[in-house]
């Protein structure tokens, strides 16, 4: 449950009651004409297929005071994006579909990668990084907000929760974080955050003294959700990175570029489940180990830019201090599962934090060993001056898409 006070220093909007829905959307629909709200969806076609997509789509398909839905589709041929426009027609006109790789998106990727600012591998971060430039090249919304496409117990009100403080115009937000309790089915999930994602940031807060960053990074919930919103100079302002570090990307570059009064954290739901990701044992390349290398390899390159000095003896020690935080949460954890009457396989947590301390060693050789990696996508503000005219084209071969996919349907 949460508490009433606020942690860290960022502000914590608490959920205390149950507002009706129906009254949350009047509100927004209110203020929707000042500030044209936009939502971004990235998804694979798999996805899709699944139980969760469906279910969201129903749910937005009521929602009346956004301006549009952008969704960004990934890993589709042309018979998958015929069936993926078929599939979304129920939201309505307002919604546009991002074929990422059709030829006429392919074809401007190509023009970027000329001048070495097209995304440098496929995936969500050059998902998201597209359906902001769509955002931007329309000019229907003034605030977006976006969210995951596996979410199993999504519900619109989670939505307006996200949207709430971007858009009541005695607020002063540039970017709001969703947050919710990682319970689901008699189980405690989360392990990222959980057993490596806290705990590493608290390692590094021993090693290398309190930063403000490391404060700020500390006072989110739920760091890694992928529910956030923001406003559109952010969209336009903030280099995003490309692999599984894009969460904590996000929030650093909100911080460099606002500080921490102009972020909030809002909680949008009393529960969440999603698809789970695999552990992958020892395989780097993998499921969470994978995810967790990013997130490590993400905070070592931000704490180079406040100063720090990175070696092998840093790291070891890093790694260190995180297996002692993280043994002690997994015995905090434990413990509040069964205060709680929940599920908790201690042996398998522990497992887990196995996993993560080599996450941390993998990340910290390949950082030593390319420290000039730059794995950011540039800003939009960038392609702009490179291309002025980008985005107009942008928009125009969605557009066509769209069009195109129309006319094949009613044909």
């Known amino acids: 449950m949460a508490d009433f006070h606020q ?21 927004l629909g209110k203020y929707s004409r000042r500030r044209p709200m936009s939502l971004i969806l990235p998804c694979l076609y798999s996805e899709l297929e699944g139980d969760a997509l469906p279910a969201i789509v129903d749910q937005l398909s009521g929602v009346d005071y956004l301006s549009e839905i952008i969704i960004g589709l990934d890993g589709a041929d042309a018979g998958q994006y015929a069936h993926a426009h078929e599939f979304f027609s129920g939201l309505g006109p307002r919604h546009r579909l991002l074929w990422n790789d059709g030829p006429r998106l392919q074809s ?60 009541h115009p005695n607020f002063t937000y540039k970017f709001a974080k969703g947050y919710y309790a990682r319970v689901a089915e008699g189980s405690i999930n989360g392990r990222v955050v959980r057993l490596f994602m806290t705990p590493i ?8 003294g309190h ?11 739920y760091p890694l959700s992928g529910e956030c919103a923001m406003s559109a100079s952010v969209a336009e302002s903030i280099r995003i990175p490309s692999d599984w570090g894009l969460e904590v990307g996000i929030l650093a570059e909100v911080h460099r570029t606002y500080g921490p009064n102009a972020v909030c954290q ?19 390349n993998g499921g969470l ?52 009457g929940l599920t908790l396989d201690r042996h398998k947590e522990e497992k887990t934090v196995e996993v993560f301390v080599e996450s941390i060693i993998h990340a910290g050789d390949e950082y030593l060993a390319n420290p000039m990696e730059v794995p950011f996508m540039p800003t939009w503000n960038r392609v702009r001056a490179a291309f002025p005219d980008f985005l107009d084209h942008f928009y125009d071969a969605v557009e066509a898409d769209h069009d195109e996919a129309v006319g094949k349907r009613r044909g």
Not at 306 to 319: A, D, H
């Open 266 to 284: 809002v909680d949008i739901a009393d529960h969440y489940d999603h698809k789970h990701q695999d552990v992958s044992n020892h395989e780097a």
């Open 201 to 208: 940031l608290r390692a590094l807060t021993t090693v290398v």
């Open 7 to 27: 942690n860290g220093i960022i502000t914590t909007l608490h959920r205390l009651h149950e507002r009706p829905i129906a009254d949350l959307e009047a509100e």
């Open 211 to 221: 930063m403000e960053y490391l404060d700020y990074m500390d006072s989110f919930r």
């Open 108 to 167: 401007l990727y190509d023009q970027l990668d000329s001048e070495g600012l097209a995304p440098a591998r496929p995936g969500k971060g050059a998902n998201v990084w597209n359906c902001m430039g769509y955002f931007l090249a329309s000019g229907r919304g003034r605030v977006l907000a976006m969210h995951d496409c596996d979410i199993r117990t999504y519900n619109r009100d989670m939505l307006a929760r996200l949207f709430y403080p971007m858009v």
């Open 289 to 340: 180990a994978k995810m967790s290398a990013d997130i490590a390899k993400a905070l070592y390159r931000k704490l180079a830019t406040y100063g720090v000095t990175m070696n092998p003896e840093t790291i070891r020690t890093i790694k260190a201090v995180y297996l002692r935080n993280a043994l002690d949460a997994v015995e905090r954890f434990y413990f509040d599962a069964q205060i709680n």
